[in-house]
């Protein structure tokens, strides 16, 4: 339960770069969030409702693109999705991979009036 | 009409920052910081205690104890006759560079070499939150069973060092070590790696060795 920690940074980054633009009204919030981050939307959103009153935020709509987890294989360079309970390359087998995405936690833009 | 504003900034970056300003504070002080990071029950203070009285008269040790609720580590590290402070979070589910620079006044860091901060027991949230120390630590004990670097990625992904821990209990529970290090090595390839039981004190020699060369290494490079 760190979506309370979480709500309130995206809040103030949004705040902050709302702030820079003389922005009456943020719309939305734009995020980023890797399928590796473990962050539960609703919860944020819950959050969100609580802690964006009496700011310009309140209102605004939290879009969350989810990205996926991508490893690549060291041995044959394939790129793959894993399945839940193993991380090895579909392709080769090879165990030697690397995550490459899935575990970002980015405001990637805001939408504002 | 509404407006896109593009502003690509890491949610916790405010956490960042005040982390390195800690780190720095560290710095200054010349005291080398460990984040450990583990489970509930996986055994970081009795790991810890037993890492002071290993490294008795070799690096001055102290301890920062994260809890939700009381004070029972810091007593216990206490006992032990290690500097400890204990931070209550209140509910949240870590610890955030906010408490630990928080907590740094009620420690003589001057007397340290070493600080061991303990986070809260939790294999989610930690490792989110960067702290200010200069290595991250998580322990995996065998108990909680050999699936967890497949269950729990991100820890196992963020951190410098590893502790198998328990490894008394090898005998007694079903553990798979090569699927559990599989998982571990595909997630941390050259991750530093201790198999130790800090009840028997097997391994804790070897383990406490790096520690000491470790920090002994940063400190001339000061």
Known sequence: ?113 | MSTRIEVAEKILSANDKLADTVRQKFDTAGVFAINIMASPGAGKTTFIIKLLETLRGRLRMGVIEGDLASSIDADKAAAAGLPAVQINTGGECHLDAVMVDGALHRLSLENLDLVIIENVGNLVCPINFKIGSHLNLLIASIPEGDDKPYKYPGAYRGVDALVISKIDLLPYVPFNMDYFQKGVEILNPDLETFHLSAKTGEGMDICADWLVNKVNFWKSNL
Not at chain 1, 23 to 39: E, H, P, R, Y
Not at chain 1, 42 to 61: H, M
Not at chain 1, 77 to 98: M, N
């Open chain 1, 1 to 113: 339960m760190h979506e309370l920690a979480v709500t309130q940074s995206i809040l103030n980054i949004a705040l902050e770069n709302a702030r820079k633009v003389d922005a009456k009204q943020i719309t939305g919030i734009n995020l980023l969030v890797g399928q590796m981050a473990s962050l539960v939307d609703d919860s944020v959103q819950f959050y969100w409702d609580i802690l964006s009153e009496g700011t310009i935020a309140l209102g605004a709509k939290l879009n969350f693109k989810r990205i996926p987890t991508q490893m690549r294989c060291f041995d044959c360079s394939h790129i793959f999705s894993p399945s839940p309970d193993t991380f090895d390359c579909p392709a080769c087998k090879s165990i030697r991979v690397q995550v490459i995405q899935g575990d970002e936690m980015r405001v990637d833009s805001i939408d504002v009036e």
